[in-house]
């Protein structure tokens, strides 16, 4: 077993309660392999931004959870001796579980060096979730990892997790759910989902800040989170679309109904989607462009760059964790 403060990894809990207090929401970014974590790491150091890293079920699948471990130690070396060199401050880092479906799960990541986890019993009835939620807590507190459950229902499909609509959050639940389970943030659900399909052609994209705002009244002080937040960028849609792809109808999360959650209370933001298509994006260009070319150096770092100016964008822009750290 190992803490996540032998990793050199920082505490959620400060870096959610500094946002709620002073108004920003800092990014949860997943990552899948070594070039986006580089870039992840990179856009934050250099815009000076607190950064979640996130993996999911599938993420920890695909790169071994022990590998996961040395390369978030490695991940928070990197940001430090990058920041030293530009002559800015080391940024906070926490690595995060992003929807762990049950506590064997979470208790894994735990001790494996997880700064933080999310345990998401959403889809059981809410004592049911409540019941699995503490169990989470409890174990967490014992090691000073932070624990982030759910209420509601996010439509879309990210790895394991999967709905065909979403079921929005019930503020007249939120109370009690904190109360019974202890989380330190919740994450819940107002019109965002998982995917690059988040609304319907003709439908207005926005989003239901009227829960937001009454979820707030009732729990001023606990951090509140968003899932499924990208806001699927038009043009590495065009890009994908241009060079051979098939995404048509893609549409995210309005950037400006993000910055205005930001504002609410919502002290985290979650984006893979985003990430997912600068990658293909940039790659799909390059064979296109290039199609003699097979050395993955020659497309994986445009990629990796492309994708440090997207980090740096949406913390400046969208988020407004620049200059936070």
């Known amino acids: 077993m190992v803490s996540w403060k032998e990793l050199g990894l920082a505490s959620q809990k400060a870096m959610l309660q500094k ?40 993420a920890r699948e695909y790169a071994n959870g022990t590998l996961l471990r040395y390369m978030a130690e490695g991940g928070v070396k990197m940001a430090n001796e990058l920041a030293d060199s530009l002559k800015l401050k080391h940024i906070p880092i926490s690595l995060h579980l992003d929807h762990g479906e049950d506590f064997e799960i979470c208790k894994a990541c735990i001790d494996n ?15 049911k979730n409540i019941e699995e939620t503490k169990k989470v807590v409890e174990y967490a507190r014992k ?9 509601g229902i996010l439509a879309g499909k990210e790895d394991n997790v999967q709905a065909d609509k979403t079921t929005y959050t019930r503020p007249e639940d939120v109370e009690k759910f904190a109360k019974g389970t202890g989380v330190d943030s919740l ?12 609304f319907k052609p003709g439908q207005k994209a926005e989003l239901q ?16 989170v968003l899932h499924g937040a990208s806001s699927v960028l038009t043009q590495y849609v065009d890009m994908i679309n241009k060079f051979g792809g098939k995404m048509e109808n893609a549409i995210g999360v309005p950037e400006e109904q993000l910055r205005k959650a930001a504002s609410m209370g919502v002290c985290k933001i979650n984006i893979d989607s985003d990430g997912r298509l600068v990658v293909t994006a940039i790659i799909r260009k390059t064979f296109a462009e290039k199609p003699g070319e097979f050395d993955p150096r020659k497309y994986l770092g445009p ?7 997207m980090i740096m964008d949406k913390n400046k822009t969208v988020l407004g964790s620049t200059n936070r750290a």
């Open 187 to 198: 994450a819940i659900a107002i019109g965002t989902s998982h995917g690059a399909y988040k």
């Open 19 to 58: 946002a709620l207090k002073e108004g920003y929401a800092v990014p949860g970014y997943n990552f899948n392999n070594m070039e986006q974590l580089q870039a992840i790491l990179t856009g934050c150091v250099k815009s000076q931004s607190p950064v979640i890293l996130q993996v999911s079920k599938g």
């Open 209 to 224: 800040l009227d829960i937001l705002s009454e979820v707030r009244k009732r729990l001023p002080k606990l951090p509140i």
């Open 143 to 151: 090691f000073d990892v932070q624990v982030e459950g759910e209420l």
């Open 303 to 309: 990629a990796r760059d492309e994708l440090i100016k």
């Open 113 to 127: 060096g997880f700064s933080s986890v999310m345990i998401d019993k959403s889809h059981d009835p809410i004592e």
